[in-house]
């Protein structure tokens, strides 16, 4: 099994930026691909950005794209995603999430998740 942890999130005014990590423990890491994931009140859950495996291949939603980085250091164990130029609309749970293979854009198809960390963007 894996376990997640998320941390970075908080209060940021828009047009600022947040820093997210999630550490990774439980066995080798360099075996999931990883994707943040994001839910605000009310709305359904949606993929934010992937990394696969090696760190080679990256996938954004267009909304966030140019605007968030998702990277990974698979000797520390820990995926990390820089948001910058945050507007209100990016205020949700921030969630890590891991799964074997190959980078996918679907929450189901993804084994292992964090608890989730709150980002809230001020006007």
């Known amino acids: 099994q894996l376990q997640l942890v998320e941390s970075g999130g908080g209060l940021v005014q828009a047009g600022g930026s947040l820093r997210l990590s999630c550490a990774a423990s439980g066995r080798t890491f360099s075996y999931y691909a990883m994707g943040w994931f994001r839910q605000a009140p009310g709305k359904e859950r949606e993929f934010v950005a992937g990394i696969s495996r090696s760190g080679g291949q990256t996938y954004y939603t267009e909304s966030v794209k140019g605007r968030f980085t998702i990277s990974r250091d698979n000797a520390k164990n820990t995926v990390r995603l820089q948001m910058n130029s945050l507007t209100p609309e990016d205020t949700a749970v921030y969630y890590c999430?891991?799964?074997?293979?190959?980078?996918?854009?679907?929450?189901?198809?993804?084994?292992?998740w964090g608890q989730g960390t709150q980002v809230t963007v001020s006007s």
């Open positions: 999430a891991a799964r074997s293979g190959a980078l996918t854009i679907y929450g189901r198809h993804y084994d292992y």
